[in-house]
């Protein structure tokens, strides 16, 4: 065995978006709740759910040997976008530039740096 069956898979399941922070705020949850986003991590693949419109499948890969926690995301055929995730109070954060091919160092957004917070709660379905 590889010990990969045993290792530990934190973001198993399915998140649903509850927030994105950007430009230094936090975007409205009103403007995000017109539809229900859901993000399903199953094995190293990532379904992207949306309640409206075509579900999107990627892979991704964790490295939880840093601190924020890294993971790469990547669409068939593309060059990974790579970010960082932090699972605190049942919470998931994810941190990824929108345009920019850069790993961000913090959770913290600014006016005009392009990153995007994603805060995720575990669906209860």
């Not at 579900?55 to 601190?67: G, P, Y």
């Not at 929108?98 to 600014?110: H, I, V």
């Amino acid at each position: 065995a590889d010990g990969s069956a045993i290792a530990p898979r934190p973001l198993e399941g399915a998140w649903r978006l509850i927030a994105v922070e950007a430009f230094g705020r936090e975007i409205p949850a009103d403007s995000i709740r017109q539809q229900s986003i859901f993000w399903e991590f199953s094995g190293n693949r990532l379904l992207h759910r949306p309640e409206l419109g075509r579900l999107r499948e990627s892979t991704f890969e964790l490295d939880a040997t840093t601190t924020p926690g890294r993971i790469a995301i990547s669409t068939h055929g593309g060059r990974p976008k790579y970010g960082i995730y932090a699972i605190e109070n049942n919470q998931l954060k994810i941190g990824v530039y929108k345009d920019k091919d850069q790993l961000p160092t913090g959770f913290a957004t600014r006016a005009g740096d392009g990153l995007r917070i994603l805060v995720f709660v575990r669906d209860a379905r």
